[in-house]
Nanobody, 114 residues
C-alpha cells in the first residue's frame, strides 16, 4: 500500500512563500510520476505541477514562474515551493502519485490572505 502525507500548509500574506512537502511510503518512489493538485469549494481539482521519474517538470499557466516542483528520491519526498503567493492560490493542495495506479494524500490547506 502506498501512503502519501502532505505538510506545510499555512496562512500566509499575499506575496509570501510556502513550501509544501509530500512524504510517500512504500518502495519504488523514484519511478512514480508525482503531481500536485489544488481544489477550492465548488470547483474541480486542478493539476498545477508534475514531475516525472526523470525529473522533467510541467506547470499550469496559473502557477508557472512562481511555483517549483522538486523531488528527493532518497527521502521519498516531493516538494512544492510556492513564491509570490496570491489570494487566488488559496485552496486545499493534494499530492498524487501515479504509476499503474493513482494514490492521493489527504490534502493540506493553504490560505493566502492579509
Amino acid at each position: 500500500q502506498v501512503l502519501l502525507v502532505e505538510s506545510g500548509g499555512d496562512l500566509v500574506q499575499p506575496g509570501g512563500s510556502l513550501r509544501l512537502s509530500c512524504a510517500v511510503s512504500g518502495s519504488q518512489f523514484s519511478i512514480y510520476v508525482m503531481n500536485w493538485y489544488r481544489q477550492t469549494p465548488g470547483k474541480q481539482r486542478e493539476l498545477i505541477a508534475s514531475i516525472t521519474s526523470g525529473g522533467s517538470t510541467g506547470y499550469a499557466d496559473s502557477v508557472k514562474g512562481r511555483f517549483t516542483i522538486s523531488r528527493d528520491n532518497a527521502k521519498n519526498t516531493v516538494y512544492l515551493q510556492m513564491n509570490s503567493l496570491k489570494p487566488e492560490d488559496t485552496a486545499v493542495y493534494y499530492c498524487n502519485a501515479v504509476r499503474i495506479d493513482s494514490y492521493w494524500g489527504q490534502g493540506t490547506q493553504v490560505t493566502v490572505s492579509s
